[in-house]
């Protein structure tokens, strides 16, 4: 048994006395709070997004400190069995024993600089109840977290998740409003962004990923290049890498005609995605080489393997590829191609999401139109993503100033190449 519950261990500022520790400390109502989270959570498809925001919020999220959560000595009735629920929401079970430890496998990262600051945590250290906290709490963390250089970006998920859990706190009644409803304009966390450190790819650029992932490297199977070219066509469709992780094969139909995927949206709102011939064929013969591997006939209709469903882009071994693997991929492949040895280092899926949006519109795509392939709730965020993008030069007048700056002695001249009417032309 530990000292300390895993929220009173994240911080030196929690007062020591000599009573038994609390599970949550300055919460009244823990089990009640715990079950309401658990429930928002329970909210997202994704096991690993559910893992996120627990994690983003200060929750404990791992096997070891759940288990220490669950037998805290002084922890109300039915404590023990909430923290199982809230575990199985997360898919973990903290009762399991641990799993062996293996020298294949890197150790795991540890905490981050800010993770006593993350807002559950930031509570407990000010014994704050989490249930009572109003907006002045909420601006004195975002305070401290600026004080701790966190950066812009940083804050403002932190607030935005924050804001999407009162709401619905506030829904089932355990608040009565939202404290994290607060302009982040005044708070400076909006606004104009700079797009300077954004990637913004070429259509060029992506023509040389798609090369680079179609050339066969050094100790790549033929499986391994079809692999590689289906990942990059999927994504060039906007599709998000967890997305795209989670696809599964029975995903694949037709509809009206065309081959789509069943992509299982971001908030658990599924939306369908049509293939392009280009893609319909990668992906195609992707699975073909695939099954041929494996020595496997089974139809793509069927999706399903002994095991559950079989995903759509599998590893090596047959597992369900990782957003880690996606975005490792992409760099080893940019660092094969000339064209993007550069951007190697900077290039990551969601790069891909931003190119679908901008070469969508500018190819004259309505916006409504691309908010739907995306799975945007609302068309201001599909907006938002095409303005923040650097502009293409031929969306700027910045040559036209230059030119009347400074311009050509063919142009001083008057002597520029410029056509002249017919003179037997009617107005």
């Known amino acids: 048994m530990t000292k300390n519950s895993p929220l009173e261990r994240a911080t030196s500022r929690t007062p020591k006395t000599g009573h038994p520790p609390e599970p949550w400390p300055g919460a009244e109502q823990p089990v009640r709070l715990l079950v309401a989270i658990a429930d928002w959570l329970a909210g997202y498809g994704n096991t690993a997004t559910r893992r996120t925001y627990a994690t983003g919020l200060g929750l404990p999220a791992g096997p070891e400190e759940l288990a220490d959560w669950a ?134 650029q992506v023509r040389a990923l798609y090369t680079a992932a179609a050339t066969p ?47 299982p949206g971001k908030g658990d709102k599924p939306r369908i995605v049509y293939l392009p011939e280009s893609v319909e064929t990668t992906l195609t013969d992707y699975l073909r080489t695939r099954d041929a591997t494996h020595q496997t006939s089974r139809p793509a209709h069927r999706g399903q393997t002994s095991s559950g469903p079989q995903p759509l882009i599998s590893t090596r071994s047959g597992r369900r590829c990782t957003r880690q693997g996606l975005w ?68 700027s007048a910045a040559d036209l100033v230059a030119t009347t700056l400074h311009p050509t002695p063919a142009e001083e001249d008057g002597t520029t190449d410029t056509a002249e009417p017919d003179e037997d032309e009617g107005d």
């Open 217 to 263: 490297r050094r100790g790549a199977s033929p499986l391994d290049t079809a692999r590689a070219t289906a990942v990059v066509a999927l994504l060039t469709l906007g599709l998000r890498v967890s997305e795209m992780c989670a696809l599964n094969r029975s995903d694949l139909h037709t509809t009206r005609g065309r081959r789509a995927l069943r992509v």
């Open 328 to 395: 490792q991929l992409l760099r080893r492949l940019a660092t094969t191609s000339p064209e993007l040895q550069e951007i190697a280092e900077a290039l990551h899926p969601h790069a891909l999401r931003h190119f679908y949006v901008t070469t969508a519109v500018e190819a004259g795509a309505a916006l409504a139109n691309v908010q739907a392939d995306l799975g945007h709730t609302s068309i201001a965020t599909t907006q938002s993503v095409y303005n923040h993008a650097a502009r293409h030069p031929e969306r």
């Open 71 to 204: 037998a805290t000595e002084s922890g109300p009735p039915g404590w023990g069995a909430t923290v199982d629920a809230y575990a199985a929401v997360l898919g973990l079970d903290p009762r399991a024993p641990s799993a062996p430890a293996t020298t294949r496998q890197p150790p795991p990262a540890g905490p981050g600089r800010l993770r006593d600051l993350h807002w559950l945590r930031w509570c407990a250290a000010h014994r704050i109840d989490p249930l009572a906290a109003h907006s002045a709490h909420v601006k004195a963390w975002l305070d401290e977290l600026a004080t701790a250089e966190a950066a812009r970006s940083t804050r403002e998920r932190m607030l935005a998740t924050l804001k999407a859990l009162y709401a619905h706190l506030a829904e089932t009644g355990l608040t009565a409003g939202n404290p994290a409803a607060l302009n982040r304009r005044r708070l400076g966390l909006s606004g104009n962004r700079e797009t300077g450190h954004a990637l913004n790819l070429t259509v060029e």
